[in-house]
């Protein structure tokens, strides 16, 4: 569900900028108010994991169509909303920055449409009701389906309502919200059953991570499952992706079924043209593979697409999100012992 800058105005990717900019800095302020030290590790592996298991498009029978995990309700699950909602940003900046996954005036709206939905609103108000203060299998696994297809179905309506208030002619919004809506309930689906599944793995081997997660833990006592989650990440980027779904995404399909185009052309001056081209020098693996590679030529891949930019993209990907991430965990850290120094 990454937007791409066709679908947007500037002036609705400019407020979407601002919007997602504030939410990312009052977002820092109360991780830096609830720091916990051990969440610095946890979010650049989750991050990176995140980041790997979306490169992973699944196809929905019978449509033609494919889906991918959002993953910010995972994130939200596993670090809190602050901490998911700065590491889904984080992931997202890596994709539109070095892979051209998204665009640079859309992404504002893909941090807010893939982040907040998930770690601010399904997240406290869904999962969190259905699966409680002890947890059970079967709770956790309604919780994470009803939060997870929520929180998709509010991003994908949010996509429709962005490209409305774009006064992009070719996506009307009765056309362009029947086509949305129905494919990402889909998706929402396998998403909740996949945040289960990662989620039940995790209250097996570091229950206090679901259950107290307010609760500092020691760095080392969380080794084993940050282990875990870099190499699930390694597998997932590295090689599970060339079993990636061919098919176009929910977004791609609903503007093709509606348009008749997968992507709709943007203009060719102005603010888009320059976003444009700083993307393209920005892209050092553009669409998840190396620039030499043709365009034309992955038509005719054979599946399961075996290919080295694929894994090296992976591999890269998930250390830029895990650098990042962790690296601005760390300065938050620093932020938080300021007060401390000032006051001995």
């Given at each position: 569900m990454h937007m791409a800058d066709a679908l947007l105005s500037p002036a609705v990717g400019g407020t979407m900028w601002a919007v997602s900019a504030g939410l990312l800095?009052?977002?820092?302020?109360?991780?830096?108010?609830?720091?916990?030290?051990?969440?610095?590790?946890?979010?650049g592996v989750a991050g990176?994991?995140?980041?790997?298991?979306?490169?992973?498009?699944?196809?929905?029978?019978?449509?033609?169509?494919?889906?991918?995990?959002?993953?910010?309700?995972?994130?939200?699950?596993?670090?809190?909303?602050?901490?998911?909602?700065?590491?889904?940003?984080?992931?997202?900046?890596?994709?539109?920055?070095?892979?051209?996954?998204?665009?640079?005036?859309?992404?504002?709206?893909?941090?807010?449409n893939l982040g907040f939905?998930?770690?601010?609103?399904?997240?406290?108000?869904?999962?969190?009701?259905?699966?409680?203060?002890?947890?059970?299998?079967?709770?956790?696994?309604w919780g994470s389906m009803l939060a997870a297809v929520v929180g998709?179905?509010?991003?994908?309506?949010?996509?429709?309502?962005?490209?409305?208030l774009s006064g992009i002619s070719e996506l009307p919004f009765g056309l362009f919200v029947l086509a949305m809506q129905p494919i990402h309930l889909a998706i929402g689906i396998v998403e909740g059953l996949a945040t289960s599944a990662v989620v039940l793995f995790v209250l097996q081997n570091k229950p206090q991570i679901i259950l107290s997660p307010k609760t500092a833990l020691p760095a080392p006592s969380i080794r084993r499952t940050a282990l875990v989650f870099l190499t699930a990440a390694v597998v997932l980027g590295g090689a599970a992706s060339w079993f990636a779904s061919t098919y176009p995404d929910g977004l791609e399909w609903s503007t093709?079924?509606?348009?008749?185009?997968?992507?709709?052309?943007?203009?060719?001056?102005?603010?888009?043209?320059?976003?444009?081209?700083?993307?393209?020098?920005?892209?050092?693996?553009?669409?998840?593979?190396?620039?030499?590679?043709?365009?034309?030529?992955?038509?005719?891949?054979?599946?399961?697409?075996?290919?080295?930019?694929?894994?090296v993209s992976g591999i890269v990907g998930g250390l830029l999100t895990l650098v990042l991430t962790a690296g601005i965990a760390a300065a938050i850290k620093a932020a938080h012992r300021k007060p401390d120094i000032r006051t001995s």
């Amino acid at each position: 569900m990454h937007m791409a800058d066709a679908l947007l105005s500037p002036a609705v990717g400019g407020t979407m900028w601002a919007v997602s900019a504030g939410l990312l800095g009052y977002s820092c302020r109360k991780i830096r108010q609830e720091f916990q030290e051990s969440k610095i590790p946890l979010m650049g592996v989750a991050g990176a994991f995140v980041f790997a298991a979306q490169m992973l498009n699944f196809t929905i029978p019978g449509t033609g169509s494919s889906g991918h995990l959002g993953g910010g309700l995972l994130l939200a699950v596993l670090l809190g909303p602050w901490a998911g909602f700065v590491t889904m940003a984080s992931i997202l900046v890596i994709q539109a920055l070095f892979f051209a996954d998204g665009g640079l005036l859309a992404l504002g709206c893909n941090i807010f449409n893939l982040g907040f939905w998930t770690c601010f609103v399904a997240y406290p108000l869904i999962y969190q009701p259905i699966a409680g203060k002890n947890p059970t299998r079967k709770r956790i696994l309604w919780g994470s389906m009803l939060a997870a297809v929520v929180g998709l179905q509010l991003g994908a309506f949010s996509v429709v309502i962005e490209t409305v208030l774009s006064g992009i002619s070719e996506l009307p919004f009765g056309l362009f919200v029947l086509a949305m809506q129905p494919i990402h309930l889909a998706i929402g689906i396998v998403e909740g059953l996949a945040t289960s599944a990662v989620v039940l793995f995790v209250l097996q081997n570091k229950p206090q991570i679901i259950l107290s997660p307010k609760t500092a833990l020691p760095a080392p006592s969380i080794r084993r499952t940050a282990l875990v989650f870099l190499t699930a990440a390694v597998v997932l980027g590295g090689a599970a992706s060339w079993f990636a779904s061919t098919y176009p995404d929910g977004l791609e399909w609903s503007t093709a079924r509606v348009s008749g185009k997968e992507e709709l052309e943007s203009p060719e001056k102005g603010i888009h043209s320059s976003l444009a081209q700083i993307q393209e020098k920005t892209a050092i693996l553009p669409d998840y593979s190396f620039k030499t590679a043709h365009p034309e030529e992955s038509e005719d891949a054979r599946w399961p697409a075996v290919d080295v930019g694929t894994s090296v993209s992976g591999i890269v990907g998930g250390l830029l999100t895990l650098v990042l991430t962790a690296g601005i965990a760390a300065a938050i850290k620093a932020a938080h012992r300021k007060p401390d120094i000032r006051t001995s």
